[in-house]
């Protein structure tokens, strides 16, 4: 776990650059947008559909419901679309802005602008309407959405208005109607009342009663009854001009019978026709002729039919015909008095019989007594219906005079104070998590991209070679040892140096002599490290020479500030001896074999027996020889040499040394038979404090007194007058 969070950390300091950049960037673009965006404001206003009764009729209480009983209908939301509608809007422009109303203006909101705007939301559970409209102008944005609510109200005042005008005019028309249905139903009965006699139902049944006993005493007075019926009869057949019963019964039933009754009309019309005809035309005009065979025709169908309705054994003349009511009316009671005759001559029968009908009004009584109830009740809901219809006209005119509304603004609009857009504490707020994800995706992506060595832990797991030690990037002013005393004053970067030499010294399983200095690359850093590590040993009394074996690009006189030569290339050559061409340096117990005058054919030198001796008898001169050679990948001078001294020193630098090159170096190297004494970490500085028991700032120096100071440089001094000194 913490390893894991150490590596993170790591790579977070690697690439904390182009991420904050770019978390910075995005930012920076947030702020800009912000600063560049004009800022715009938001008012609010509450509208209510207010389903309470304030109309002072019982129509008007309708008409201001909002309750809904199908399913899926919402009022409510039927308001909230209303309210973007092109009437409600332009109604909203004209209150806004009066003094415009009428003209054309550039600077007057249109009604796309305002429903593009404006919001409508219905808050949950209640009745209430939230609108909301953003403007650049605080208190354009209050005055516009105020003049909305209030075309609202008007609009849904003129829909109620407007419904009580409709049921106004329709009741108007009713009205009379239904004053005319009253007066029929009216008249119907009173003339039922005067048809039936009816007026009331005790009173007559009590009338019946005492007829049906006056029956029972005419048995009495039989003898004048039959006169007066035979007189009846005498009239009666006179009137009809019937003889007999079956005549009457004939002329009845053919005054009854629709088809006959078609036939004398068509017979009658075919009649005139033809004495219109003959008035025009002689009788021999085929036209004439004609009628009169469709007249004979005719006549003889109705002849038929007739015969149809004639008793047996009976023909019935055309003429012997009750066509109206009253015809048959009257011949009916004639057979009714001549059935009466028989009666009478009968005594018991006619009594019976007439006992009956009287028994039979009386029963019929109550029959018509429902008939007349019926015809009383559809009077009484007429004159009902009336009332009603009158009641509402009444309440339509008063809830269309109301002007009443189901919708009042329970909030107005207030200018706001402080702007809605652009959203600065959420755009910052998304601007900051787009930028570390984007600082995030580019530390990945440089992760990815990047195949150089980043630190110390992953040189060793990659190479499976000892860690020697891990050297701090020095300055750049102490890159240069003249004068050597910035650099060995500075405890935080000698130590790393001397704990490196520690290292070789105590892994070494022989004594250690000749070591080589190499990198994969150029710019790893390897004759700086090889000229403060000898440096260092120098300090440390030991002997130590530095040869600069890079004969293609030396740069060791340089950082001693020392003249280029005569060097290895006059010695090898054989110009000039070893000790000969050695130069000291400010350092003690340090000499520095500079690479000399550069040679065509440095390979020729470098493989050949005079290098050999030349570094044997610096080994047998020094306690320590560094030798300083170009990297791995340009040339095979460091494999050379290295197979003469006790190991190679690879120096490696995090995020500079690729680590393909490395491991490719490292395994010719091992396939070589060349020995790697180990891997040097060069240029770090954030994991040095981690390598040692405690850290360095921790633990300072003091100043040493002046005695031991002069004590020190005599002894060095004395160290110094044997250059042969061996260990």
Partial sequence: ???????????????????????????????????????????????????????????????????????????????AELIKSQRVLERAIAIAFPETEGSVSENLVTTKELSWNLKVKIVPATNILELSYQSRNPKLAAKILNAISLAMVEDNTKTISSEATKVRQFLEKEV????????????????????SG????????????????????????????????????????????TANLNKAYSSVRSGQDDEIKKLRANLS??????????????????????????????????????????????????????????????????????????????????????????QKRLVELPIKQQTLTLLTRKREEAAASLKFLQSKLEEARLTEAQKVSNIRVIEKAVPPSSPSEPKQKAILALASVFGTMLAVSIVLLLEVMDNTLRDAAEAEELLQLSLLGILPRLPSKMLVLDPANRFLDHMD??????????????????????????????????????????????????????????LRRPIQHTLFNLAPGPGMTEVLEGNISLLDAVQSTDIEN????????????????????AMKSLMAEAADNYDLVIIDTPPLTACADASTLAQKSNGVMLITRPGFTDKEVLSRSVWELTQNRIPILGVVVNGITHLTPQKYRYPIRGYQPRLPKPEKQLIGAGESTKNSANPMRQR
């Fill in 198 to 241: 009816i007026i009331s139902v005790e009173e007559q049944t009590k009338s019946l009663v005492q007829s049906i006993a006056a029956v029972e005493d005419q048995e009495r007075t039989l003898s004048a009854q039959l006169r007066e019926i035979k007189a009846k009869d005498a009239s009666l057949g006179q009137i009809t001009n």
């Fill in 590 to 609: 340090l000499d520095i074999l500079t690479c000399g005058e550069l040679h065509g054919r440095p390979s020729q030198l470098l493989e050949s027996i």
């Fill in 269 to 358: 019309e075919l009649e005139k026709k033809m004495i219109e005809a003959r008035l025009r035309m002689t009788d021999e005009h085929p036209t004439v002729i004609k009628l009169v065979g469709e007249r004979n025709a005719l006549r003889a169908v109705l002849s038929e039919q007739l015969a149809r309705v004639s008793p047996k054994d009976q023909t019935i003349s055309a003429n012997n015909f009750a066509g109206d009511q009253l015809s048959q009316e009257l011949n009916s009671k004639f057979i009714l008095n001549r059935i009466e005759e028989s009666a009478v001559n009968d005594r018991l029968k006619l009594l019976d019989k007439k006992k009956t009908e009287l």
């Fill in 493 to 550: 970067l000698v130590e790393p140096y001397r704990t490196l030499f520690k290292t070789l010294e105590f892994r070494s399983l022989e004594q250690l002599r000749l070591i080589v200095v190499s990198s994969t690359i150029s710019g790893e850093g390897k004759s700086v490290v090889a000229s403060h590590l000898a440096a260092v040993v120098g300090m440390l009394s030991w002997r130590t020479l530095i040869i600069d074996a890079d």
């Fill in 176 to 195: 009379p109607e239904s004053n005319n249905t009253l007066l029929q139903a009216e008249a119907k009965e009173n003339r039922y009342r005067k048809s």
């Fill in 1 to 79: 776990m913490e390893k894991g969070i150490s590596t993170v950390l790591s790579v977070l300091k690697r690439r904390s650059i182009p991420a904050i950049a770019a978390f910075v960037a995005v930012i920076g673009g947030a702020i800009a947008y912000l600063a560049v965006t004009p800022s715009k404001y938001e008012a609010y206003a509450r509208l209510m559909q207010d389903d309470k009764r304030v109309s002072v009729s019982e129509l008007g209480r309708d008409l201001t419901q909002v309750s809904a009983n199908a399913p899926g209908i919402s009022p409510l939301a039927d308001q």
